[in-house]
Nanobody, 119 residues
Framework: QVQLVESGGGLVQAGSSLRLSCAASGRIFSSYIMGWFRQAPGKERESIGESNWTGSSEYYGTDVKGRFTISRDNAKKTTYLQMNSLKPEDTAVYFC????????????WGQGTQVTVSS
């Protein structure tokens, strides 16, 4: 089992930066692929990107490329989402998730943290 807790959300102005953290507990963190997702009101959840155990990251949200960066600290069992140049359309609940290397789906999810960007 893996437990995930996000933190760092809040209300910021457009153009600001914010760093979200996702602290994991339970099984070996370094063996898991960590992903970040977000869900805006009235919209489906979308994938932002994911990071493997080496820290190599892939980004799936075209709107966030170049603005968002995923990183991780395996010793601290924590993954981060650095968000720069925030826009009002980035307003959403942000979730982190974990999946095993051989899994195609994310099985472990955090409770989410709200990010609100004002114009």
């Amino acid at each position: 089992q893996v437990q995930l807790v996000e933190s760092g959300g809040g209300l910021v102005q457009a153009g600001s930066s914010l760093r979200l953290s996702c602290a994991a507990s339970g099984r070996i963190f370094s063996s898991y692929i960590m992903g970040w997702f977000r869900q805006a009101p009235g919209k489906e959840r979308e994938s932002i990107g994911e990071s493997n155990w080496t820290g190599s990251s892939e980004y799936y949200g075209t709107d966030v490329k170049g603005r968002f960066t995923i990183s991780r600290d395996n010793a601290k069992k924590t993954t981060y989402l650095q968000m720069n140049s925030l826009k009002p359309e980035d307003t959403a609940v942000y979730f982190c998730a974990a999946r095993g290397i051989g899994d195609s789906q994310f099985h472990y999810w955090g409770q989410g943290t709200q990010v609100t960007v004002s114009s």
